[in-house]
């Protein structure tokens, strides 16, 4: 059985950082690349950040670049993302998830989702 996991989100004030954590139920875990979606009330799924199988590529929303951080350690089978200076619009649920791809960008190479873990941002 695959899961994955995601903790961390909660009500934070403008400005302010949190981390999400996920953990990743697989055995190759190794070989999945890893992703971070988010998705506000009425909107679409967007990305936010992709991780390859050994951390070395990493892609990021242009919107989310030089305030979002994303991480994985593949012996804990886990990956992060340390959010900071937020704002508002970063309002929503917040999916990890995995593919078989090194950049899993597009909702359409995702083959596993966690279950989200909401992140509110107030002003």
């Known amino acids: 059985q695959v899961q994955l996991v995601e903790t961390g989100g909660g009500l934070v004030q403008a400005g302010g950082s949190l981390r999400l954590s996920c953990a990743a139920s697989i055995r190759t875990f190794s070989t999945y690349g890893m992703a971070w979606f988010r998705q506000a009330p009425g909107k679409d799924r967007e990305f936010v950040s992709a991780i390859s199988w050994n951390g070395g590529g990493i892609v990021y929303q242009a919107s989310m670049k030089g305030r979002f951080t994303i991480s994985r350690d593949n012996a804990k089978k886990m990956v992060y993302l340390q959010m900071s200076s937020l704002v508002p619009g970063d309002t929503a649920v917040y999916f990890c998830?995995?593919?078989?791809?090194?950049?899993?960008?597009?909702?359409?190479?995702?083959?596993?989702w966690g279950q989200g873990t909401q992140v509110t941002v107030s002003s």
């Open positions: 998830a995995a593919g078989r791809h090194p950049i899993v960008d597009v909702a359409t190479a995702v083959e596993y």
